[in-house]
Protein backbone atom coordinates (compact mmCIF):
# COMPACT_ATOMS: atom_id res chain seq x y z
CA UNK A 1 0.00 0.00 0.00
CA UNK A 2 0.89 3.53 -0.72
CA UNK A 3 1.01 6.09 2.15
CA UNK A 4 -1.59 8.54 1.45
CA UNK A 5 -0.80 11.87 0.31
CA UNK A 6 -2.36 15.08 1.67
CA UNK A 7 -6.25 15.59 1.17
CA UNK A 8 -7.77 18.62 -0.01
CA UNK A 9 -11.00 20.14 0.49
CA UNK A 10 -12.14 18.26 -2.48
CA UNK A 11 -11.12 14.87 -0.80
CA UNK A 12 -12.58 15.95 2.98
CA UNK A 13 -16.14 16.80 1.15
CA UNK A 14 -15.91 13.45 -0.85
CA UNK A 15 -14.79 11.39 1.80
CA UNK A 16 -17.86 12.63 4.19
CA UNK A 17 -20.02 11.57 0.84
CA UNK A 18 -18.71 8.17 0.44
CA UNK A 19 -18.93 7.66 4.26
CA UNK A 20 -22.67 8.37 4.30
CA UNK A 21 -23.65 6.14 1.07
CA UNK A 22 -20.75 4.53 -0.77
CA UNK A 23 -23.48 3.48 -3.46
CA UNK A 24 -23.86 7.02 -5.10
CA UNK A 25 -22.88 7.62 -8.71
CA UNK A 26 -19.43 9.22 -9.85
CA UNK A 27 -21.93 11.64 -11.42
CA UNK A 28 -23.86 12.61 -8.16
CA UNK A 29 -20.48 12.37 -5.96
CA UNK A 30 -19.04 14.68 -8.55
CA UNK A 31 -21.40 16.89 -8.83
CA UNK A 32 -21.89 17.36 -4.80
CA UNK A 33 -18.30 18.24 -4.68
CA UNK A 34 -17.55 20.51 -8.05
CA UNK A 35 -15.38 17.68 -9.89
CA UNK A 36 -16.15 15.72 -13.14
CA UNK A 37 -17.32 12.06 -12.79
CA UNK A 38 -13.55 10.97 -14.16
CA UNK A 39 -12.23 12.93 -11.58
CA UNK A 40 -13.94 11.73 -8.59
CA UNK A 41 -13.03 7.75 -10.11
CA UNK A 42 -9.14 8.51 -10.00
CA UNK A 43 -9.48 10.26 -6.05
CA UNK A 44 -11.52 6.99 -5.14
CA UNK A 45 -8.75 4.85 -6.98
CA UNK A 46 -6.10 6.85 -5.12
CA UNK A 47 -7.81 6.09 -1.61
CA UNK A 48 -7.93 2.50 -2.43
CA UNK A 49 -4.41 2.01 -3.18
CA UNK A 50 -3.48 3.85 -0.31
CA UNK A 51 -5.27 1.85 2.12
CA UNK A 52 -7.44 4.57 2.99
CA UNK A 53 -10.82 3.06 1.61
CA UNK A 54 -12.35 0.20 1.38
CA UNK A 55 -15.96 -0.99 0.67
CA UNK A 56 -17.81 -3.31 2.64
CA UNK A 57 -21.62 -4.08 3.23
CA UNK A 58 -22.75 -3.02 6.49
CA UNK A 59 -25.75 -4.56 7.89
CA UNK A 60 -28.07 -3.24 10.26
CA UNK A 61 -27.88 -5.58 13.53
CA UNK A 62 -31.19 -4.61 14.77
CA UNK A 63 -32.88 -6.39 11.79
CA UNK A 64 -31.38 -9.51 11.80
CA UNK A 65 -33.49 -11.38 15.08
CA UNK A 66 -30.70 -13.56 16.23
CA UNK A 67 -28.27 -11.01 16.62
CA UNK A 68 -26.88 -10.32 20.71
CA UNK A 69 -24.34 -7.68 20.43
CA UNK A 70 -22.20 -7.68 23.77
CA UNK A 71 -19.36 -5.04 24.97
CA UNK A 72 -15.79 -6.71 26.75
CA UNK A 73 -13.70 -5.00 28.84
CA UNK A 74 -10.44 -6.94 29.06
CA UNK A 75 -7.48 -6.50 31.05
CA UNK A 76 -4.22 -9.08 30.56
CA UNK A 77 -2.33 -11.02 33.05
CA UNK A 78 0.91 -9.07 32.82
CA UNK A 79 1.83 -6.39 30.20
CA UNK A 80 4.64 -8.15 27.68
CA UNK A 81 4.95 -7.38 23.74
CA UNK A 82 4.20 -11.42 23.62
CA UNK A 83 0.80 -11.50 25.21
CA UNK A 84 -0.43 -8.58 23.74
CA UNK A 85 0.55 -9.91 20.39
CA UNK A 86 -1.22 -13.04 21.16
CA UNK A 87 -4.04 -11.46 22.23
CA UNK A 88 -4.30 -9.17 19.04
CA UNK A 89 -4.15 -12.05 16.96
CA UNK A 90 -6.70 -14.08 18.50
CA UNK A 91 -9.19 -11.46 17.69
CA UNK A 92 -8.14 -10.33 14.62
CA UNK A 93 -8.78 -13.77 13.60
CA UNK A 94 -12.09 -14.28 14.85
CA UNK A 95 -15.01 -13.54 13.13
CA UNK A 96 -17.25 -12.61 15.75
CA UNK A 97 -14.87 -9.69 17.25
CA UNK A 98 -16.35 -6.55 15.61
CA UNK A 99 -14.59 -4.13 17.18
CA UNK A 100 -11.22 -4.13 19.34
CA UNK A 101 -9.66 -1.29 20.89
CA UNK A 102 -6.11 -1.03 23.05
CA UNK A 103 -7.56 1.58 25.77
CA UNK A 104 -5.84 3.30 29.01
CA UNK A 105 -6.80 2.97 32.22
CA UNK A 106 -8.22 0.17 34.48
CA UNK A 107 -8.50 -2.28 31.27
CA UNK A 108 -6.44 -3.14 28.14
CA UNK A 109 -8.88 -3.82 25.69
CA UNK A 110 -12.83 -2.94 24.84
CA UNK A 111 -13.83 -5.74 22.41
CA UNK A 112 -16.76 -5.45 20.59
CA UNK A 113 -18.61 -8.89 19.66
CA UNK A 114 -21.50 -9.81 17.86
CA UNK A 115 -23.13 -13.84 18.57
CA UNK A 116 -26.34 -15.56 17.68
CA UNK A 117 -27.45 -15.31 21.57
CA UNK A 118 -26.14 -15.44 24.88
CA UNK A 119 -25.42 -19.53 24.89
CA UNK A 120 -23.09 -18.27 21.66
CA UNK A 121 -21.56 -15.84 23.56
CA UNK A 122 -20.31 -18.05 26.29
CA UNK A 123 -18.61 -20.35 24.18
CA UNK A 124 -17.07 -16.91 21.86
CA UNK A 125 -15.68 -15.70 25.45
CA UNK A 126 -14.49 -19.02 26.70
CA UNK A 127 -12.49 -19.49 23.22
CA UNK A 128 -11.19 -15.62 23.06
CA UNK A 129 -10.77 -14.84 27.20
CA UNK A 130 -10.50 -18.04 29.23
CA UNK A 131 -6.50 -19.24 27.91
CA UNK A 132 -3.56 -19.90 29.95
CA UNK A 133 -1.60 -16.63 31.16
CA UNK A 134 -2.97 -13.68 28.60
CA UNK A 135 -6.07 -13.09 29.94
CA UNK A 136 -6.62 -11.86 33.84
CA UNK A 137 -9.63 -10.53 33.68
CA UNK A 138 -12.63 -9.81 31.01
CA UNK A 139 -15.85 -8.44 31.97
CA UNK A 140 -18.92 -8.33 29.90
CA UNK A 141 -21.84 -5.74 29.10
CA UNK A 142 -24.93 -7.17 26.93
CA UNK A 143 -25.83 -4.59 24.25
CA UNK A 144 -29.78 -4.23 24.89
CA UNK A 145 -30.60 -1.43 21.98
CA UNK A 146 -28.14 0.50 19.84
CA UNK A 147 -28.96 3.71 20.48
CA UNK A 148 -26.77 5.17 17.65
CA UNK A 149 -24.52 3.11 15.04
CA UNK A 150 -21.89 4.89 13.35
CA UNK A 151 -18.32 4.37 11.33
CA UNK A 152 -17.95 7.79 9.41
CA UNK A 153 -14.17 8.81 10.86
CA UNK A 154 -13.44 12.68 10.86
CA UNK A 155 -11.28 13.31 7.87
CA UNK A 156 -9.90 16.81 9.00
CA UNK A 157 -8.86 18.72 12.32
CA UNK A 158 -12.13 21.00 13.44
CA UNK A 159 -10.72 24.35 13.22
CA UNK A 160 -12.92 26.68 15.95
CA UNK A 161 -14.83 29.65 14.54
CA UNK A 162 -14.19 33.25 15.35
CA UNK A 163 -17.29 35.49 16.76
Do not use: N
Request: charged share 25%; hydrophobic share 50%.
Amino acid sequence: MASPSPLDDFDHRLLALLQADAAQTLTALGDAVGLSASAVQRRIGRYRRAGLLREVAVLDAGMLPAVTLAAVWVTMERDTLRLHRAFRARMLAAPEVQQCYAVAGQWDYLVILAATGVAHYRQIAERLFVDEGTVKRYETTLVFDTVKRGLALPTQIATRRKG
